[in-house]
């Protein structure tokens, strides 16, 4: 665990006191105090990294993050209302500096907003309010990133809808997640969390990567839609997806790079030949699918279990920490990436490596994103 008390934190730390006495200790917890008491050992804000000073500052900030921590349809375990907090309080322990990208992304700055309560017991209302507080933090982000941390999955349909709506261009969502989502209402509800990317697939093209636990009746949609791609778990694991289905696998690319939506249906002989990295086609096919500009739900559960148990509904044979990063790397290289969330994480007591590992894929992509 990293010390942000080391002596290069300790300094920064100083100019920051500087202009935050008298009386606005920001860290320190105890508003309105004499200025005397900043120096005590004051635990790290409860906010993402941890961070203080300016760069924790809506205006000093590059970006923004947004705890939504609404749970109102869990099919199976519950606790995605607690995710928000255990992945912000995990956050903290971060190694900042990213020897990856050879740089601190964090200097860029982190905003955390209050978690958003949106209305309880009515559904409705609760995804119309998150619509409209996602056009108004759009509004006023004015070019900054901001990253929505869900609470369940169904939080993901009025912030798609939103950034859709302010597009001029067709959005691609990319989704990374065990399932489609596609169903049109589950336990009676359309606001589901398994209805997240039913209730926007005739706005935006869909890439969705690393299902495995999909109903008859959302692999039936997906076939019979030429804007939604399927990578399936099978696909990631170096199998080719559905053996014997065929399936949907989505648009594909003419000569010119540009998309056709022509089915591809391809066999995995000649798909492999296409991939420049042996056993990583899949890879290839979601960037081939992806339109411009993009943006990214990951719920966590994309993530195979033994890494990421957390979470309501786990599904065997999912994706590695690294698939994950993979993908987002070029996502974040060779596309403009508009807005994206991470949800479905529901903290399980005494089990901390998912916290952590949540709060480090969403540093990580703030990374990719400013690089
Ligand atoms: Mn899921």
């Not at 020897?99 to 309560?117: C, I, K, N, Q, V």
């Not at 299902?211 to 804007?227: H, K, L, P, Q, V």
């Not at 995995?268 to 960037?287: C, H, I, K, Y």
Request: aromatic share 6%; hydrophobic share 40%; net charge negative.
């Amino acid at each position: 665990m990293p010390n942000r008390r080391d002596p290069t934190t300790a300094a920064r730390a100083a100019e920051r006191t500087i202009h935050l006495l008298p009386g606005g200790s920001r860290g320190a917890g105890v508003g309105g105090s004499p200025g005397a008491l900043d120096g005590l050992p004051w635990e790290l804000p409860r906010v993402f990294l941890g961070l203080d000073g300016e760069r924790a500052t809506p205006e000093g900030a590059a970006t923004w993050i947004l705890p939504v921590p609404y749970e109102a349809t869990t099919s199976w375990g519950s606790g995605t209302r607690l995710g928000p907090r255990a992945i912000i309080d995990a956050s903290r322990y971060i190694e900042l500096y990213d020897h990856e990208l050879g740089r601190d992304p964090s200097l860029d700055g982190a905003y955390t907003f209050p978690a958003l309560e949106l209305a309880r017991g009515d559904a409705a209302r609760a995804m119309a309010e998150l619509e409209d507080a996602c056009n108004r933090i759009l509004d006023a982000a004015a070019g900054r990133r901001v990253i929505m941390i869900g609470g369940e999955h169904s939080v993901s349909a009025p912030a798609i809808l939103a950034h859709a709506n302010r597009s001029p261009e067709r959005l691609t969502v990319l989704q990374f997640d065990a399932h489609l989502d596609l169903r049109e209402s589950l336990d009676g509800s359309p606001f589901s969390h398994a209805c997240a990317m039913g209730r926007v697939i005739d706005r935006v093209d869909l890439v969705t990567v690393g299902a495995r636990g999909i109903s008859g009746e959302e692999w039936a949609a997906a076939s019979a839609r030429d804007n939604v791609t399927v990578i399936t778990g099978e696909e990631l694991a170096g199998g080719v997806g559905m053996p014997g289905h065929g399936g949907p696998v989505g648009r594909v690319q003419d000569s010119s790079g540009h998309a056709t939506g022509t089915p591809a249906r391809t066999k995995g002989t000649q798909r492999r030949t296409a991939s420049a990295v042996p056993g990583e086609f899949w890879l290839d096919r979601a960037m081939a699918a992806l339109g411009d500009p993009v943006y990214i739900t990951f719920d966590v559960d994309f993530l195979d279990p033994s890494l990421m148990p957390s979470t309501g509904t786990p599904e065997p044979g999912g994706g590695t920490w690294h698939q994950a990063l993979a993908l987002l790397r070029r996502v974040f290289a060779e596309r403009r990436v508009v807005g994206a969330d991470v949800v479905e994480f529901a903290p399980l007591p005494g089990l901390t490596a998912p916290d952590f590992t949540t709060a480090k894929l969403i540093y990580k992509m703030i990374g990719y994103w400013s690089g």
